[in-house]
């Protein structure tokens, strides 16, 4: 169990497959991956390999056919639905590769609502979207924010609650390279300052030196060398 | 924070402001229909009770409504049997007397028709039975005033003019009197006329009505809200049933029928004939009870009598089927508004499945996803309505301008049933798209291109 405890995000022997018949994709075969608290992982591997597959089984969006997810230590791979919304709600955060921002809201606001949403207060936001570089823009809405900032203001949602772990799939995926080095250089401030747990899935190699640790993934299995 | 509901309300300003506006027309239609239909009725159900008398004596053979009578069913005997009435003896109830009764009534045209409690003597020549019986007793009823009702075209529209002796007009009018000029014949003059001119000739046939201009018959009183409608004043000319009367008071409206003229003069115009009449108001004695004054007109078989506030339910009554059609209406107008949110909030989910899923990825439970789509639901529906009630108003105060004879009656009772179509709609109508927000795959629509 103490080791089990040095990991706060566990994926044991997961299976995962879509389809049927001759048409089915067996996406994850036994795959198993450990997040240290704290440490700042990056997931590579080729396009359609089930990296986000991966990425939303272990973040409770979708369920695994084998296996489980042990989020400190507890096998929350089982829980009902509403449980899962709870751990979602309380101890993981997202950032997508197209931001995913609700495009009727302000920056603010959608930082807000991701607030509300785990009936939290919006204490902090405002250093917070400062330390992003957004906070003088935050009042307008996604589409009037150039590509970075609407990134930023993500990677502020996916943290402003704090979460256990922080979830980022491609994050700089849709950026250009300068946009890209400012995301990545905040995330690892983030990691570094607010000892941010993050599992990150990227192709790219800059991004992947970014990160503290990085493993491969192929045929639906982690490796720790490509 | 602008919450979510009202920000996806705000950003599609069309689409939501026209999803309010169907409510708005179905909450205005209802409102207004209600208030109209009813407020009409209630209009002429107030006149009625507003006529200082306790009941309405009628022949009993006109069944249990008498909201559309007219003509002259009643005669003088009528009028005679009611005030013989009293509280001390069982009202005579043989049908010896009462044919006995009917037939001397009919028979002869009755010249002196004193019709106060006092002396009721006269009459009793006619009721052997009543003369031995009401010599010490009291009187159930203090005064009987007959009315001649007849439906007149007057400018556009069909009234309900009423004959009535000049001495009991005020009766009619209840609280309401004269803003200007005076009653119609105030000597009673074509009466005293119509009565010589019988007595001296009774074989001759003659045309009274010829005669009714020359000797004050053809003066008419009106309400104030008819003199607006038709533009009279006090010395104006109204044509109706053929002749041409000069209005010589207007009283303010309230009283019981729009226009009033001589009793004689409606009964020759309208009946070719004196001393029949439509209806008796009748007023008790002080201290009788209206319970036993009731049944002692019943008893007498050929009459019966209501209290002049059951007229109302009378006319409840008789237009129920209206108030079945128009709630029929309001109900299919309110459904069609709320069909046209269904499909209003379906769109919206189905269009917005991706910030579902992206709620949904934050941990947003169902009933969040669900109160969302409510919240939104009822925003529109609220807003929808509010404006609808807002525009009942106007479209109230816009008939009565444009038909100045109807009446609108905007009732709390209405706006409260407005009100809880749009919250009850509003929720009821969320709750498939609500539905189908709560089903959203959050993978597939994150994924979504
Ligand atoms: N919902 C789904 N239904 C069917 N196939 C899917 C679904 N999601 C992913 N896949 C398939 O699983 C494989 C892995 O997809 P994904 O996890 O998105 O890969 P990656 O993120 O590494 O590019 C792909 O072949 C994809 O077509
Ligand atoms: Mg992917």
Redesign the interface.
């Known amino acids: 169990m103490t080791r089990s405890n040095d990991y706060i995000l566990e994926a044991r022997g997961l299976h995962k497959s879509f389809g049927s018949g001759p048409a089915r994709v067996h996406v994850l075969r036994g795959l198993d991956l450990h997040v240290h608290r704290g440490e700042f992982l990056a997931i590579m591997g080729p396009s359609g390999c089930g990296k ?1 597959t991966l990425l ?1 089984v272990m ?1 409770l ?2 369920r695994t056919d084998e296996g489980s997810v042990c989020i400190d230590g507890a096998d929350v791979s089982q829980l009902g ?2 449980h899962q ?6 101890q ?1 955060g ?1 950032i ?1 590769q197209r931001f ?1 921002l ?5 920056g ?2 959608n930082v ?3 607030l ?3 009936g939290l207060g ?1 204490e902090g936001v405002q250093e917070l979207l400062q330390s992003m570089d957004v906070a003088g823009v935050a009042f307008r809405k996604p589409g009037q924010l150039s590509i970075g900032q609407q990134q930023r203001l993500a990677v502020a949602r996916g943290i402003a609650h704090n979460p256990a772990i922080l979830l980022a799939d491609e994050p700089t995926g849709s950026l250009d390279s300068a946009n890209a080095t400012e995301l990545l250089g905040l995330l690892s401030r983030t990691n570094q300052e607010r000892g941010q747990t993050i599992v990150m899935i990227t192709h790219s190699d800059e991004a992947a030196r970014a990160a503290s640790r990085v493993v491969h993934m192929r045929d639906g299995r982690i490796f720790e060398h490509a | 924070m602008l919450p979510l509901p009202l920000a996806n309300i705000l950003h599609h300003k069309l689409r939501s402001a026209l999803a309010m506006l169907g409510v708005a027309i179905a909450v205005c239609m209802l409102v207004t229909l209600s208030g109209l239909s009813r407020g009409s009725l209630e209009e002429i159900a107030d006149r009625w009770q507003a006529v200082d008398a306790d009941m309405i004596v009628y022949p009993a053979t006109w069944g249990e409504n008498i909201t559309t009578v007219s003509g002259g069913g009643m005669g003088d005997a009528d009028i005679s049997r009611i005030l013989a009435l009293t509280a001390a003896e069982k009202p005579p109830a043989t049908a010896a007397s009462q044919q006995g009764v009917a037939s001397a009534g009919d028979a002869a045209l009755d010249a002196n028709r004193t019709v106060t409690g006092e002396t009721p003597v006269e009459h009793m020549g006619e009721t052997p039975m009543l003369r031995t019986a009401s010599a010490p007793a009291k009187p159930l009823f203090e005064r009987v005033v007959p009315v001649f009702i007849y439906q007149v075209a007057i400018g556009k529209d069909r009234h309900n003019v009423v004959g009535v002796r000049p001495e009991d007009l005020p009766i009619l009018l209840g609280k309401n009197g004269f803003d200007a000029g005076r009653v119609f014949d105030p000597q009673n003059s074509f009466a005293q006329w119509v009565t010589q001119r019988l007595a001296k000739q009774s074989d001759e046939v003659i045309d009274l009505s010829d005669e009714l201009a020359k000797h004050g018959g053809l003066e008419m009183v009106i309400d104030s809200r008819l003199a607006r409608v038709i533009k009279a004043k006090v010395g104006s000319n109204i044509h109706a049933a053929g002749h041409d009367f000069t209005v010589t008071g207007i009283v303010h409206e309230g009283g019981l029928a729009r226009g009033f003229i001589a009793l004689d003069s409606a009964e020759v115009l309208f009946n070719g004939r004196l001393g029949r009449y439509t209806l008796l108001f009748a007023k008790l004695t002080p201290g009788v009870e209206m319970g036993q004054a009731m049944q002692a007109v019943r008893a007498t078989k050929r009459l019966t009598a209501v209290g002049t506030s059951e007229y109302r339910g009378m006319l409840q009554q008789q237009f129920g089927v209206m108030y079945t059609y128009v709630d029929l209406v309001n109900l299919i107008t309110l459904i069609v508004a709320f069909l046209f949110i269904l499909v209003t909030l379906y769109t919206m989910v189905i269009q917005r499945t991706r910030e579902i899923a992206i709620l949904k990825s934050m941990g947003a439970s169902r009933g969040y996803i669900l109160r969302g789509v409510v919240a939104e639901s009822l925003l529109l529906t609220c807003i929808g309505a509010a404006a609808g009630i807002g525009m009942s108003f106007g479209a109230g105060w816009l008939i009565e301008r444009v038909k100045p004879l109807l009446t609108v009656t905007i009732t709390p009772h209405w706006l409260v049933i407005g009100a809880a179509a749009a919250i009850v709609g509003g929720t009821v109508s969320a709750l498939y798209p609500a539905w189908c927000a709560m089903r959203v795959d959050v993978i597939e629509a994150i994924n979504l291109e």
């Open positions: 986000s939303h973040g969006m979708a639905e509403s919304a709870e751990i979602r709600r309380r993981i997202f997508f995913n609700i495009s009727v809201l302000s603010y606001d807000k609502l991701s509300a949403i785990r919006s």
